[in-house]
T-cell receptor, first 117, second 113 residues
Framework: GAVVSQHPSWVICKSGTSVKIECRSLDFQATTMFWYRQFPKQSLMLMAT?????????EQGVEKDKFLINHASLTLSTLTVTSAHPEDSSFYIC?????????????FGPGTRLLVL | SQKIEQNSEALNIQEGKTATLTCNYT??????LQWYRQDPGRGPVFLLL?????KEKRKERLKVTFDTTLKQSLFHITASQPADSATYLC????????????FGQGTTLQVKP
């Protein structure tokens, strides 16, 4: 099946710093990627949709200036958490849709654990 | 309000038995529903997709049903094994064409040897 990778797998940072998380589709081109966040014991919550070559669209309640998304190529989307604070500590997971279309399966990355001190 | 609910209590069963997990939703009319497996500290792994015009779908020891009248999907694992222990998530796309998935909170399955 299709493979999606994320880097880094975990990161610890000080409050106020910015953190960049990469999401790559390794063996297919993804025009659309999604970013989710998962807090402990909770389910995945969609944060934003990353579209190659255009601006990301954000879900209600997600600050676009705090969570910067760039989808510069068909295989790479990045999420930058700017001025991170302890409440941003979470498990960030990306997914990518294969070129077969939206209604096909999404392939999820392994996730990035962020801990803000 | 729109909701997608799974039994938040852990399901403990004996090896070899059939595990049945439930996913109920309200105020959605999804064209399809998906089931994922998530292990601790890992991203979800796709298992099965069932469309609204399909009553049942099977893949090896897995079976999913979809009842659009009851607004419910059941996920079955037959001949369960300890390796099946994980959290299982159901998800749907409310608009059916954007790929934006809404997830249930997941049910943790523990299969005892």
């Amino acid at each position: 099946g299709a493979v999606v990778s994320q880097h880094p797998s975990w990161v610890i940072c000080k409050s106020g710093t910015s953190v960049k998380i990469e999401c790559r589709s390794l063996d297919f081109q993804a025009t659309t990627m999604f970013w989710y966040r998962q807090f402990p014991k909770q389910s995945l919550m969609l944060m934003a949709t990353s579209n190659e070559g255009s601006k990301a669209t954000y879900e209600q309640g997600v600050e676009k200036d705090k969570f910067l998304i760039n989808h510069a190529s068909l295989t790479l989307s990045t999420l930058t958490v700017t001025s991170a604070h302890p409440e941003d500590s979470s498990f960030y997971i990306c997914s990518a849709v294969t070129p077969r279309g939206i209604q096909e399966t999404q392939y999820f990355g392994p996730g990035t654990r962020l801990l803000v001190l | 309000s729109q909701k997608i609910e799974q039994n938040s209590e852990a399901l403990n069963i004996q090896e070899g038995k059939t595990a049945t997990l439930t996913c109920n939703y309200t105020n959605y009319s999804p064209a399809y529903l998906q089931w994922y497996r998530q292990d601790p500290g890992r991203g979800p792994v796709f298992l099965l997709l069932i469309r609204e015009n399909e009553k049942e779908k099977r893949k090896e020891r897995l079976k999913v049903t979809f009842d659009t009248t009851l607004k419910q999907s059941l996920f079955h694992i037959t001949a369960s094994q300890p390796a099946d222990s994980a959290t299982y998530l159901c998800a749907l796309d409310p608009s059916s064409n954007t790929g934006k998935l809404i997830f249930g909170q997941g049910t943790t399955l523990q299969v005892k040897p």
